[in-house]
């Protein structure tokens, strides 16, 4: 297991940034951000930095895709020891994609809470080849900054409130793949995974009314997911067939809605599938203010439907329902109707 070695989470925590980077011994580091993120937090970073004697670099990107990975993999000085990312989740996988090719440790920053990435050793780069998240490795330390996260549009809770959700089907789907093909389970990451689920749909009312307190749970949720994927060596626990219904969406184009959103009407649907509690969920995304029908980001029916069809062919090695059950076009288009998703 790879897991990080430090976590910090709390009020005002990006002041301790230099202590923090003195105590995993690091002297030059690189930051990897984007324009709006940049604007907000770029004097208190450099004044923490500069205080405390450090040198550093900032690459400024738009997306995260893979000519960007390649062009600050080229501008990286040999003397910098650590890769940042600061921001949400493009400039998170990014630095951690940059760092896996550099061979260097990196720091999560997260400035919202979008979704599980900021903890795992998964990094979802556009141009990949893939629709679905690259190996890399877990980031060293993280500091999640509660005040700046608690800053970031209530879309962006809610988007990583849906993607904690479907925690819930991929676990179970990797149940499915224990029962039906013998593969690998793991109890312990399982557990953690569906209980980072469980808490959010707890507390779905209080995070819905954006209390502060609920940005705590959900932020350690998403680090526990991470860890979760961490411990068992691969995204099982956190990505099954909610998240193959997510990237057939993406690679349709358009890019209606947020990851965590399309994850969110993904579970909804495979919920029903794998004979779970799928009304509950609806009514903690509802309670969260996260889309629960198509619509509600965009998206038609035809489009919903398309992507559950082709769900199951983005991974072919990853077993899920989608394999046990096979779904025609009239089968999915009963499925979202009866979840009202469409």
């Not at 990797?174 to 690998?184: F, H, K, L, N, Q």
């Not at 990853?318 to 288009?333: K, V």
Request: net charge positive; aromatic share 4%; charged share 25%.
């Amino acid at each position: 297991m790879d897991l990080p070695k430090r976590i910090l989470v709390g009020n005002g925590v990006i002041k301790e940034l230099g202590s923090f980077l003195n105590n995993l011994g690091c002297k030059e580091v690189h930051i990897v951000t984007g324009p709006h993120i940049i604007a907000k937090v770029k004097k208190p970073v450099e004044k923490v930095l500069t205080t405390n004697g450090f040198k550093f670099y900032w690459s400024v990107i738009n997306i995260a895709d893979m000519n960007t990975i390649q062009k600050i993999v080229k501008s990286i000085d040999q003397k910098v020891d650590i890769m940042i990312g600061l921001g949400g989740g493009k400039t998170v996988d990014a630095a951690k994609l940059v760092a896996f090719n550099k061979t260097l440790p990196y720091i999560s920053i997260p400035t919202s809470a979008s979704h599980d990435g900021i903890s795992s050793p998964f990094a979802s780069i556009k141009g990949s080849g893939r629709p679905y998240s690259i190996v890399t490795n877990p980031p060293l330390g993280i500091i999640a900054d509660l005040d700046i996260i608690g800053g970031a549009p209530i879309r962006l809770l809610a988007s990583g409130c849906g993607d904690l959700i479907g925690k819930i089907t991929a676990v179970k789907d990797w149940e499915i793949a224990r029962t039906d093909e013998g593969s690998y389970y793991g109890k312990y990451a399982a557990s953690l995974a569906h209980l980072s689920a469980d808490i959010v749909i707890e507390e779905a009312k209080n995070i819905g009314l954006g209390k502060k307190d609920s940005i705590r749970d959900v932020v350690e949720a998403l680090l526990s997911a991470g860890v979760a994927a961490g411990i068992a060596g691969s995204s099982r626990p956190c990505s099954g067939s909610e998240h193959l219904f997510a990237h057939a969406v993406d690679i349709q184009g358009d890019n209606n809605g947020l990851h965590g959103e399309k994850v969110g009407l993904g579970t909804i649907l495979m919920a029903k599938l794998q004979g779970i509690n799928w009304e509950k969920i609806v009514k903690a995304l509802e309670d969260i203010n996260a889309p629960t029908n198509g619509q509600d980001i965009g998206l038609d029916d035809k489009r919903i439907v398309k992507a559950i069809l082709q769900a199951k062919k983005i991974r072919p090695d990853r077993y899920t329902i989608l394999e046990r059950i096979n779904l025609d076009e009239r089968s999915a288009i009963s499925l979202a109707r009866s979840t009202n998703v469409i």
